[in-house]
């Protein structure tokens, strides 16, 4: 799931730009004035690509549990699922609370797991929040497939697209999208190698005689 990173980022737009969410501006009229007027702000949209170094199925597996989010997803301070697919048990509805400082604020969102994608070993995660004020749209799609040309490792590719309603927090996050979907990225991968950790010790201690 990925709306993590555009809820990152909105987190890391407030801190670094020392920006409070639009509720406790001071100018607040001035800023709703610039900043819902839809025909003036565009989508922005970025592609970030990885190589990491495990099979597929196990980064799928980090990506799809959006349970386990704030295990080890930088200002996450929950994650939960309300509704899961009864055939594999993966999120349907879904959300996380991200907080810093005054920022905290929770999403909800839809999300969509697929396996086997066009029959081969690929995996799709997408997500789209169901509502929030802060923005008119807000997706995120994780591919995730065999690297073309290095065994037992995984290409991962992340699409975010979001429109933020105010013109100045879309502005101003030019400046940290890109920093902040890198940031996620790498946590991702992170917790694909912990868990490949997790299933060798797993191994290891049935192995072993009592």
Known sequence: MVIITSCLQTSVLFRRASLKPVLRCPF????????TSNHAIREQRYVLRKTVNTHPSTVYAAVSEV????????????????????????????????????YDEKFSCNVSCKEKVNGD???TV??????????????????????????????????????????????????????????VMNAFAKRAYHLVRLAMLKSSSKETPS
């Open 28 to 35: 607040e009229r001035h800023f709703f004035g610039l900043g």
């Open 67 to 102: 349970s386990e989010y704030k295990e080890f997803i930088p200002y996450c301070i929950d994650s939960f699922v309300d509704k899961r697919n009864p055939v594999d048990n993966k999120p349907v509805i879904a959300g996380l609370r991200v907080g810093f400082k005054q």
């Open 121 to 123: 070993n690929t995996y």
């Open 126 to 183: 997408v997500a789209e929040t169901i509502s929030h004020n802060l923005y008119d749209l807000l997706y995120s799609k994780w591919t995730i497939m065999p690297h073309p040309t290095r065994p037992n490792a995984t290409m991962v590719e992340l699409l975010l697209r979001f429109k933020f309603k105010s013109r100045i927090y879309n502005s101003v996050s030019l400046i940290f999208a890109k920093t902040v979907t890198e940031l």
